[in-house]
């Protein structure tokens, strides 16, 4: 179910932090550099490379040709995910739920987040503090996605230790997957979901299409939440 035969990306995340640690440019040229970046994911992850390429820009040897590919780069997925959010009721760079949802939205926020900080452009911060926003509560179905969070948020996630501790509540600071739009027939019945794409969200331990956990989705959610608290409580960052 984890299966990834193409580890390109793994190669180019690779080549950038030797590059970066080094400053050996041999690293780097043992790479190609795409013009076309994905938002990282469990099975793409050379994203993060151009996120740290972006963070060390004025301190690794490269032409300033090289450096303008770089940022265009980086900033061309920024601008698609800023015009899909700024075009979407919850504001969120969305357009479809799969699997795992929410993970997307987290990792929207950090690659916005990352805009914000490389061009001190406060519309990209507004469309970080959204997608967290949407995690939070602003969303189709009015819950905090993440445990112990909020008035309402998740009781029941798919997660052993959760559901066998005795304890009702469960773990806090658990974000659960999200609304899937192709859930799995987990819990015995496809009426266990709404008609509605952004609804199709179940709690119950069963649901393990909708409301399971995930460290690739925690990740990006401690990040995006760690930044937008740092960033709004130094004003001389705003």
Known sequence: ???????????????????ISTKDVAFLQSVTLPTNIALPQWPNVGGLGFISLMQNLNSIPLTETQKTVIKSTFFSLADDLLY???????????????????????????????A???SKDKKY??????????????????????????????????DRRSVA?????????????????KPASDCGSPAAYSCANATKWYDSDCSYS??????????PLAYLSGAIEAQLSNSRLI
């Not at 501790?165 to 739009?181: F, K, R, V």
């Open 1 to 19: 179910g984890y299966g990834d035969n193409n580890l390109t990306d793994e190669f180019l995340w690779a080549g950038i932090e030797l590059f």
């Open 84 to 114: 899909t959010s700024q075009n979407s009721p919850y504001r969120i760079a969305i357009n479809s739920f799969s699997w795992g949802s929410n993970g997307d939205a987290a990792m929207q926020g950090v690659w916005l987040n990352n």
């Open 116 to 118: 914000w900080l490389f």
């Open 125 to 158: 911060l507004n469309a970080a503090i959204s997608s967290l926003d949407y995690l939070l509560g602003r969303n189709a179905i009015d819950i905090s996605f993440v445990t112990g969070f909020g008035t309402k948020s998740p009781m029941r996630i798919h």
């Open 165 to 181: 501790d005795g304890i009702i509540d469960p773990i806090p600071g658990y974000l659960s997957g999200g609304p899937n739009a």
């Open 210 to 219: 909708t409301n399971e956990i995930a460290v690739n989705w925690n990740g």
